[in-house]
């Protein structure tokens, strides 16, 4: 394979695997070190394209193509700061070419199984709901399981193919749907554990877990197809001390079990009073803009962080509790074109919301076939109070829109925090 770097004059060179809107301030960062950034993405137009030196693209999810532009090109680093399956093909091409990594491919590979995830959980008395694992070719047959449950593929990203099934026959149909998302087959079915549900970005120094910032996540599952979508974050959660001393425990235990180190870990809960399940994990950062808003309310700069986990330089988390209360608010759209979206600048001058970041880019299509393929874009509001939020939230709803090429609005307003 041959390929030509415009531009280049010499620099080392780093691939990045995934063009998703955290990954833009990756390749900001990598090439403040004075890195010739590639990305490597299947879209024609992910959002962090423009920002890289080259896109090539290929699938994240194919390591020997990947090898081959890496080896193509002498990378000298090949990273993924949050997509799980990426980071298992960035550890394989980085133990091809002798390369640094912030752990074996091995161990990628097994803490992206859930049905290994959970065996695991089982194994060090890490609290997590009732579940069956299934393997390839497996029937489903009778499950001794309440309803109603989540339908999970044990090898997607994020909430690709995952499902609550209600009855028996939801359960049939989901299980065949995350089959053919499972690149393997493999599936998890597991009972709904009740309470609010919490992402807890960590940062594992010296194998002992930092809870660097809890926040709360509000999700709703709706239509025919049982689409789950997270419309908003809240930081602070509202939890038990308890709660959050289990979770810094659960944390703990899986460093132990994978021998993490060194690494971001984003653990996903469920917190009803002071007990706890725990949902799934990844050594990773969380998904969206949690990157920024860690940064902004602990001065925690967890994608810098990364970089040096997969150069093997070792961090001492340096980081201050939050002190005020914001939310993250996801912008769903209705079927149909992405043109534009107005008055977020508008919201920002006017301090009603601090930043608008977008998942989509001009002339995508949306549909309602996945939570992400009708995500446009995310809206961060912050106040000294929770009344403060909440009204700044509504607010923005009211004055921002998206629309398509003829002007039709194309906006879910409905979707929001209403306190």
Request: aromatic share 8%; proline share 5%; net charge negative.
């Amino acid at each position: 394979m041959k390929i030509e770097l415009p531009n280049y004059s010499g620099q080392p060179t780093a691939i990045v695997l995934g063009g998703t809107n955290p990954h833009i301030e990756l390749i900001h960062q990598l090439k403040s070190r004075g890195y010739y950034v590639i990305l490597v993405d299947y879209l024609n137009h992910p959002p962090a394209k423009d920002h890289a030196d080259l896109h090539v693209q290929e699938s994240t999810m194919d390591p020997q193509k990947v090898l081959e532009v890496a080896e193509a090109v002498n990378a000298s680093l090949v990273i993924s700061a949050c997509v799980d399956q990426a980071n298992i093909t960035a550890c394989y091409v980085a133990e091809k070419m002798g390369l640094t990594k912030p752990y074996s491919y091995e161990v990628a590979q097994n803490i992206t199984n859930k049905g290994h995830m959970k065996a695991m959980m089982r194994q060090y008395g890490v609290p997590t709901t009732k579940h069956v694992y299934l393997e390839a070719g497996s029937e489903i047959g009778d499950i001794d399981l309440r309803f109603p449950v989540m339908v999970k593929p044990a090898d997607s990203c994020a909430a690709s193919g995952v499902k609550r099934a209600n009855n028996s026959d939801e359960l049939e149909r989901f299980w065949n749907e995350a089959c053919n998302v499972s690149r393997t087959g493999r599936t998890i079915i597991e009972e709904v554990a009740q309470g609010a549900e919490v992402s807890a970005y960590c940062f594992i120094e010296n194998h002992e877990a930092h809870i660097i910032m809890i926040s709360e996540r509000l999700s709703v599952i709706e239509g025919e197809r049982q689409v789950l979508k997270c419309y908003a974050t809240l930081t602070p959660p509202r939890i038990t001390e308890t709660a959050t001393a289990k979770i810094k425990d659960a944390a703990n235990a899986i460093a132990r079990a994978y021998g993490l180190n060194n690494t971001p870990l984003h653990v996903q809960a469920m917190c009803n009073g002071d007990e706890i399940n725990i949902i799934e994990f990844a050594p990773r950062v969380g998904g969206g803009i949690s990157y920024e808003t860690i940064r902004d309310n602990t001065g925690f700069d967890i994608i810098s962080a990364t970089i040096d986990s997969y150069l093997e330089h070792p961090i001492t988390p340096v980081y201050h509790p939050v002190n005020t209360f914001f939310s993250v608010n996801n912008i769903y759209g209705i079927p149909g074109t992405f043109d534009r979206l107005e008055g977020a600048e508008e919201l920002i001058e006017e301090g009603v919301i601090r930043s608008i970041h977008y998942h989509r880019t001009s002339g995508t299509v949306i549909d309602d076939s996945r939570a992400s393929s009708s995500r446009i874009a995310a809206f961060v509001a912050q106040g000294n109070t929770p009344q403060e939020m909440e009204g700044k939230i509504a607010y923005a709803m009211n004055h921002i829109n998206a629309y398509d090429p003829d002007g039709n609005s194309v906006m879910r307003k409905d979707l929001y925090f209403k306190g």
